[in-house]
Nanobody, 121 residues
Framework: VQLQASGGGLVQPGGSLRLSCAAS????????VGWFRQAPGKEREFVAA????????TYADSVKGRFTISRDNAKNTVYLQMSILKFEDTAVYYC???????????????WGQGTLVTVSS
C-alpha cells in the first residue's frame, strides 16, 4: 500500500483545514488508519486513528474535540478535519495504515510522506 497525504497549508489560529490520506496500489479498507504529526525538534506523536469501518475512533487528548477523523472506503481515503487550530498544531502530518483492522499501537506498517500544516498569524 502506498499512502499519499495532502491538504496541508498555512492557516491562521482558530482556522480549519482538512487533510486527506489516499491509498494506491491496493485498498486499505481492511486496515485501521492513523494520523501522526511531528513538530520541529520534537518526536512524532499520535494524533488520531480510525478502524477499518469507522466504528472505532481514538484521539490524542491534545486534539480531542477539535479534530475529527473519518474515512470513505469507496474512495480509499481517510480524512482528518482539523478545527480551532492552534500554534502548537504546527507540524508535518503523516498518515499510516495499521496491520490490524482496529487501531493497535506499534502496528503501523505503511506510511505516507507527510504534509506540512503551519498555524500562524
Amino acid at each position: 500500500v502506498q499512502l499519499q497525504a495532502s491538504g496541508g497549508g498555512l492557516v491562521q489560529p482558530g482556522g480549519s483545514l482538512r487533510l486527506s490520506c489516499a491509498a494506491s496500489k491496493r485498498t486499505f479498507s481492511n486496515n485501521a488508519v492513523g494520523w501522526f504529526r511531528q513538530a520541529p525538534g520534537k518526536e512524532r506523536e499520535f494524533v488520531a486513528a480510525i478502524s477499518w469501518n469507522g466504528g472505532i475512533t481514538t484521539y490524542a487528548d491534545s486534539v480531542k474535540g477539535r479534530f475529527t477523523i473519518s474515512r470513505d472506503n469507496a474512495k480509499n481515503t481517510v480524512y482528518l478535519q482539523m478545527s480551532i487550530l492552534k500554534f502548537e498544531d504546527t507540524a508535518v502530518y503523516y498518515c499510516a495504515a495499521n496491520r490490524r483492522s482496529v487501531p493497535a499501537s506499534n502496528e503501523y506498517i505503511y506510511w505516507g510522506q507527510g504534509t506540512l500544516v503551519t498555524v500562524s498569524s
